[in-house]
Each structure stands twice: as C-alpha cells, then as structure tokens.
C-alpha cells in the first residue's frame, strides 16, 4: 500500500534552519505532483509548497516565499522541505501529499486534490 513517512520535525529558535523530509513508498513516485501542507492548533490547514513530478516546476505560500524550499529525489522516492528564517508563526504539524500527474497539472495548492498524506511531522519555532 501507498505509505508517505516524514521526519525531521523539531524544536528550533526563531531565525534557525530545518529540513523535513517525506519518504514514499507503493507509488510511482515519478508520476507524483508533491505538496506539503502544515496545520497550526485551532486553524485550518494550510498549503506550503509544491513540486512537479519531473522537480522542474514549485509554487510556495506567500507567507514562505523566499524562505523555504522544496526539492525531490525521484531516486530515492523522497520530497524534501528546507525551511530557512524560520519563525514562530511557522510552528504547525507538517504534512506531506502526493496526487497522480494529470495533462496540464504540474503544481498544485488544493489539498483536496491529493491522494494520499502522510501522519505529520511537529515543528515547533520558539522565540
């Protein structure tokens, strides 16, 4: 069965670095659009970051832009989020999804388009 595993998570200081990872497993990874999401007590969730199934093609929150950055390894199955400048307004469960490429589609912000997620990995920025 389709199973995405994230680590990483942690407790950082404001300003610090931190790099998710999201490792995939009974998919074509390849033929995958990946996004990361996050979740924050008490809100919705939230999109973050997205990659094309060739790595080629990302689109990022407003609020992460220029901070944060997605890549894959379609060699080892595995979406990455480095996330630089890291702020306390950052702290959320991360959350990795793949959907199935489709014509037209490299990138995508809806979370409900996606197939499959992952259980979350805490991150956690202290001021």
């Known amino acids: 069965q389709v199973q995405l595993v994230e680590s990483g998570g942690g407790l950082v200081q404001a300003g610090g670095s931190l790099r998710v990872s999201c490792a995939t497993s009974g998919l074509t990874f390849k033929n995958y659009v990946m996004g990361w999401f996050r979740q924050a007590p008490g809100k919705e969730r939230e999109f973050v970051a997205t990659?094309?199934?060739?790595?080629?093609?990302?689109d990022y929150a407003n609020t992460v832009k220029g901070r944060f950055s997605i890549s894959r390894d379609n060699a080892k199955n595995t979406v990455y989020l480095q996330m630089n400048s890291l702020k306390p307004e950052d702290t959320a469960v991360y959350y990795c999804?793949?959907?199935?490429?489709?014509?037209?589609?490299?990138?995508?912000?809806?979370?409900?388009?996606?197939?499959?997620w992952g259980q979350g990995t805490q991150v956690t920025v202290s001021s």
């Open positions: 990659i094309s199934p060739s790595g080629g093609t990302t």
């Open positions: 999804a793949a959907r199935p490429r489709s014509f037209g589609i490299f990138t995508d912000d809806q979370s409900a388009n996606y197939n499959y």
